[in-house]
């Protein structure tokens, strides 16, 4: 996923990926990670931008391997979107598919396939509510389906390893 934001570009990436367990030596890089939450407001009102720096930025850490970090962005985002909206619950998938994500690095698979069905019926459940008409929410713009597909093929596998982690930028540019 490219990110198109010239906030977000630039936007230092994290100098080493934090992995609870095997990263004991080092905490993680909080100094950069909290460049990225500085931009998030305090409350998104009516919906969360598809373009806004800290989304983008939050998901192209996961797909860059940074799963610990892309949670702790994501986070800070779903915090301040609006209460019961769309793009609450798609982005409580990406955090689901992070977290999945560290799981598979941390050769975890059950743990892996549990989240990834969690962050398939998120999908599901955000996609059943789609509004008559798109905007430029997180929620409108995002390739939600062909995510949901990509789960649905993971968690079909017999068996989950390293290599099955999911880029969320992969199913297409928002």
Same mark, same amino acid.
């Given at each position: 996923?490219?990110?198109?934001?010239?906030?977000?570009?630039?936007?230092?990436?994290?100098?080493?990926?934090?992995?609870?367990? %095997?990263?004991?030596d080092?905490?993680?890089?909080?100094?950069?990670?909290?460049?990225?939450?500085?931009?998030?407001?305090?409350?998104?009102?009516?919906?969360?931008?598809?373009?806004?720096?800290?989304?983008?930025?939050?998901?192209?850490?996961? *797909?860059?391997?940074?799963?610990?970090?892309?949670? %702790?962005?994501?986070?800070?985002?779903?915090?301040?979107?609006?209460?019961?909206?769309? %793009?609450?619950?798609?982005?409580?998938?990406c &955090?689901?598919?992070?977290?999945?994500?560290?799981?598979?690095?941390?050769?975890?698979?059950?743990?892996?396939?549990?989240?990834?069905? %969690?962050?398939?019926?998120? &999908?599901?459940?955000?996609?059943?509510?789609?509004?008559?008409?798109?905007?430029?929410?997180?929620? *409108?713009?995002?390739?939600?389906?062909?995510?949901?597909?990509?789960?649905?093929?993971?968690?079909?596998?017999?068996?989950?390893?390293?290599?099955?982690?999911?880029? &969320?930028?992969?199913?297409?540019?928002i």
């Open positions: 996923m490219r990110i198109a934001s010239s906030t977000a570009a630039n936007l230092p990436l994290p100098g080493w990926a934090y992995v609870p367990g %095997e990263t004991a080092a905490e993680a890089d909080h100094d950069t990670l909290w460049q990225a939450k500085a931009l998030v407001p305090a409350q998104f009102f009516g919906y969360v931008p598809a373009r806004h720096p800290a989304l983008r930025y939050g998901i192209a850490l996961n *797909d860059a391997g940074y799963f610990w970090e892309s949670q %702790e962005v994501l986070e800070a985002v779903w915090a301040a979107a609006p209460q019961r909206g769309r %793009e609450r619950v798609l982005l409580r998938a &955090i689901q598919i992070a977290n999945a994500n560290l799981k598979l690095r941390m050769q975890k698979p059950h743990a892996t396939a549990r989240l990834f069905g %969690e962050a398939l019926n998120a &999908i599901s459940d955000m996609l059943a509510r789609r509004p008559p008409t798109p905007g430029d929410g997180f929620a *409108d713009r995002f390739p939600a389906a062909a995510l949901a597909t990509l789960l649905k093929a993971k968690l079909a596998q017999a068996a989950l390893s390293k290599a099955d982690w999911i880029a &969320i930028g992969s199913v297409g540019v």
